[in-house]
Each structure stands twice: as C-alpha cells, then as structure tokens.
T-cell receptor, first 114, second 111 residues
C-alpha cells in the first residue's frame, strides 16, 4: 500500500532532550516536506527536500534540522526542544514539486514539550 | 513572508445549507490546491486549479481561482455531515520551491 509513515505518533518530552521524528514513504517520491500545524495558523512548512542530499528551509525552520540520505526517509530532528515546539507535525511527499503534483501526508505526530 | 489567509476561520451550518470558504494570498500564485482534513486526520488533496478564472466542480463542491490568481474559493452546496472537517487552500511561493497553506476553515455541519 502506498503510504507515508511517521513515528512516533505521540510524544511527550522535556525541554532540551533531543528527539527525532521519522518519516518514510514507499512511493519513490522526490519531494518531501515537514509541516507543523497550530490552531489558527494552518500548516506551516518547516523544511523540504527536492531530492536526496538536497534540503532547504521552509517558513519556520528555527529549532529544527532535517536530513535526506535516502530517497524514502526524511527525519525531523529537534536538537533542543522547547515548549513553543509543542505542535502537530506532518510529513508529506509528492512525486515532484507540489507545484506540479499533489502531496500525500503522513498520519501526523503530536508532540508535547514540557 | 508570503501569507495565505482564509475566512471564515469557523463555520457552523445546518445540514442542507450551503457553505463557502475564501482564500486570499498576499502574492500571486502559480496554482492553488485545496485539501480537506477530517477531525483527527491528515490533509487530503481535493483539487488543483492552474488557470486564471478557472472553475472546477466535484459533485457538490465548486472551486474557483481568481482572475488575478491571488484568491480562490470553495463552495459546497447542500452540506452533508460527511463534509465536516477543515478545508485548506495551498500553493507554491517564496523561491518557488516552498509551499504555503492557508489558515484553514473549520466546517461543522449540524444534523
């Protein structure tokens, strides 16, 4: 089944404790992206990747890191989480840039930073 | 940075009533996409509009792209309880490789 998977689905952590949220797609998509969703703000793009080893900042990249060593995986890293990073996170992928194609979203990761 | 606003933020309607959400971008969009997110779910693609003034229909849903390509609307005729969710417009912006979502409109349908 074609899908985008994220793990974990729920995470409670404390300020400053490094964490990684994994994202994997099995559709051989080139474009992958991370978004955070907050009430009243919609989805805001954190980082995106056009292909392997090619990543770039979205609208709200501060406090986050990403890597794209393999085409299927695009982990989101929070080196030192802070409470303002409490949010719902979505990973998404599309065959090429979403300018041309729809994006397929993972189920989401709900993060609480205490 | 680029802003994509949607109004209203929330809308409650009686089942059978019509519903419209409006999307406005601070910059011209090369195309616009619409997504629906059910409560507790993830965004799901509905449609893409590319041409200025374009109108597309999907059963009871009508999507329109403004002439200046800075605004769009989604109209639902005779809402049903299955229409419940948050509707987002979205499009490319910034360097062209970034992607921006609107603030969303949450639709509640009262049976």
């Amino acid at each position: 089944e074609a899908q985008v998977t994220q793990n974990p689905r729920y995470l409670i952590t404390v300020t400053g404790k490094k964490l990684t949220v994994t994202c994997s797609q099995n559709m051989n998509h080139e474009y992958m992206s991370w978004y955070r969703q907050d009430p009243g703000l919609g989805l805001r793009q954190i980082y995106y990747s056009m292909n392997v080893e090619v990543t770039d900042k979205g609208d709200v990249p501060e406090g986050y890191k990403v890597s794209r060593k393999e085409k299927r995986n695009f982990p989101l890293i929070l080196e030192s989480p802070s409470p303002n990073q409490t949010s719902l996170y979505f990973c998404a992928s599309s065959p090429r840039h979403p300018y041309q194609e729809t994006q397929y979203f993972g189920p989401g990761t709900r993060l609480l930073v205490l | 940075g680029q802003q994509v606003m949607q109004i209203p933020q929330y809308q409650h309607v009686q089942e059978g009533e019509d519903f419209t959400t409006y999307c406005n971008s601070s910059t011209t969009l090369s195309n616009i996409q619409w997504y629906k997110q059910r409560p507790g779910g993830h965004p799901v693609f509905l449609i893409q509009l590319v041409k200025s003034g374009e109108v597309k229909k999907q059963k009871r849903l009508t999507f329109q792209f403004g002439e200046a390509k800075k605004n769009s609307s989604l109209h639902i005729t005779a809402t049903q309880t299955t229409d419940v969710g948050t509707y987002f417009c979205a499009g490319p912006g910034g360097t062209g490789n970034q992607f921006y979502f609107g603030t969303g409109t949450s639709l509640t349908v009262i049976p």
